[in-house]
């Protein structure tokens, strides 16, 4: 609804400087400053309704991460799975839809990505000493 209402206001803008342009001598620079000015307005919005903190959205996990597992594996407790995946969640590495406190291969995707960009090799989703330590440096 926002959008739409900004895109009315940005077309209701540059619909008024024609009108102005054909009815006085505004020239080239004052249009190209005004439609510049209109399209800042709609950048600023879209942005503010974007940017939404992830902590408003995901609760931060408190807890230490102390045993290595698969970001797969089935035999990780319910607390632990869901810790790890509010992790991920707060990180920007897992959707917040694939919080159930159950690990599977969207999980360990998401620790994959989570240590290819935090350069810790091998990345292939196990959960280690390495892994662990970054997490662990990083909930607050």
Do not use: C
């Not at 342009?21 to 399209?39: H, V």
């Not at 503010?48 to 807890?63: D, E, I, L, Y």
């Amino acid at each position: 609804m926002k959008r739409e209402v900004w895109g009315i206001s940005i077309g209701i803008v540059a619909v008024a400087i024609i009108i102005m342009r054909a009815n006085t001598s505004i020239g080239d620079n004052q249009l190209a400053t005004a439609l510049s000015n209109a399209q800042k307005i709609k950048v600023i919005h879209t942005v503010r309704q974007v940017a939404v903190p992830v902590s408003q959205t995901t609760p931060q996990v408190k807890k230490q991460f102390a045993q290595n597992f698969t970001a797969d594996s089935k035999d990780v407790d319910r607390a632990t799975a869901y810790d790890l995946q509010q992790f991920l969640i707060s990180q920007g590495f897992l959707d917040e839809k694939y919080l159930t406190g159950q690990l599977g291969p969207r999980t360990k995707q998401a620790v994959i990505l989570f240590q290819k960009a935090n350069a810790i090799s091998p990345a292939n989703g196990y959960v280690g000493e390495l892994t662990r330590q970054k997490i662990n440096s990083l909930i607050i």
